[in-house]
Every structure is written in structure tokens, then in C-alpha cells.
């Protein structure tokens, strides 16, 4: 119990420290769009090789993660 009370706090810390600090977009030359616009419409497969619009999940957090192998 007192293992999982720690491992609790741990993530506890994590999160404020996360959350407390802002990215600075201005370094990275970052330019929010203003008025702020929709992500363009796409489908993608999921892992079983279904088809998955973006608009199908409207209303709900997408994750993506994209990478290259060069």
C-alpha cells in the first residue's frame, strides 16, 4: 500500500511540474492561427486495417503520432 501511495505522488509531482510549465512558442518561432481552424478532414487505417475518418471522432481526443525512418 505504501508503495502505491508513493508511486501516486510521484505521478502527482510529475503532473504539476508538467503543468506548470508553458512552452515558449515564440523561441521555437511557432505562430498560433488566428482565428483558430479545424484540422483538415483525413482517414487513416486502424490496426485492423479499417478505415477511420477524423470526422468520425468528433467530440472525442485523437492522439497521433507520425515518424519517419530517414
Do not use: C, H, N
Amino acid at each position: 500500500m505504501t508503495r502505491l501511495l508513493g508511486a501516486v505522488g510521484i505521478v502527482l509531482v510529475a503532473a504539476a511540474l508538467g503543468a506548470a510549465a508553458t512552452p515558449d512558442f515564440a523561441a521555437l518561432q511557432i505562430q498560433p492561427y488566428d482565428p483558430p481552424r479545424p484540422a483538415p478532414a483525413f482517414t487513416l487505417p486502424d490496426l485492423e486495417g479499417r478505415q477511420v475518418s477524423l470526422a468520425s471522432l468528433r467530440g472525442k481526443v485523437v492522439l497521433l503520432f507520425y515518424w519517419a525512418t530517414w
